[in-house]
Each structure stands twice: as structure tokens, then as C-alpha cells.
């Protein structure tokens, strides 16, 4: 091989990564999309399209671990195998207060 032909190997070489960096960025932003998608299905029940669009564009700015985490929240949710409850149904400790609040505080009572 001349000096040209390694040149323009080293440059074909070069813009093949920079092209696989982009097409992996794609997909990545693909299947965040897909993920927003889904999740605004089932939570949705018929927002106006400017909720809509705005919902979509906070969930673009997570991660797709963080929608992946989000979309079976949803679904367990849904599903009745996970309540979300609330302070006031928590049992009461033997000094009369909530388990929960008990932890927050011990450090300033």
C-alpha cells in the first residue's frame, strides 16, 4: 500500500466509527422514545396534546434505565401488586407514632 492509500484507510476507518457512534445514538434516543410512548399509555387517560407533548419531552431528558424503572412502576401499579399508601396507614410504634416519621426524626427529637 502507498502512503495515499493507508490515508485514506486510516480516514475511511475514522468516519465509520464517528457513523456507528451516531447510529448508536439514535437507537438509544429510539427506544427512549418508544419508552415514553409506552409509558404515556398507560398513564394517560386523554391529555390535552400540549400535556402530552410536555410529558414526553420530561421523559426525553431521563435516562432509558430511568424510563425503564418508571414503566414498571406504572405497570406494578396498575397491575394492584404494588400500593403506593401513605403515612397515616402505617402502624403505630409503641410511643404512638409512625414507624416511618420515628426514623426521619431520631436524629433531631
Same mark, same amino acid.
Request: charged fraction near 30%; glycine fraction near 4%.
Given at each position: ?17 464517528? $457513523? ?32 402530552? $407533548?410536555?410529558? &414526553? ?9 430511568? $424510563?425503564? &424503572? ?30 416511618? &416519621? ?6 433531631? $427529637?
Amino acid at each position: 500500500m502507498s502512503i495515499n492509500q493507508k490515508d485514506i484507510m486510516k480516514t475511511a476507518a475514522s468516519q465509520l466509527r464517528g $457513523l456507528s457512534s451516531e447510529v448508536q445514538q439514535f437507537r438509544e434516543e429510539q427506544d427512549k422514545r418508544e419508552m415514553a410512548m409506552q409509558i404515556m399509555k398507560k398513564t394517560a387517560s386523554s391529555p390535552s396534546f400540549v400535556e402530552f $407533548l410536555d410529558k &414526553i419531552a420530561e421523559y426525553m431528558d431521563k435516562d432509558l434505565e430511568d $424510563l425503564k &424503572i418508571i414503566d414498571k412502576a406504572v405497570e406494578l401499579q396498575k397491575t394492584g401488586e404494588l400500593g403506593w399508601g401513605s403515612l397515616s396507614s402505617e402502624t403505630m410504634t409503641k410511643s404512638g407514632s409512625n414507624p416511618l &416519621i420515628d426514623m426521619l426524626t431520631e436524629d433531631y $427529637l
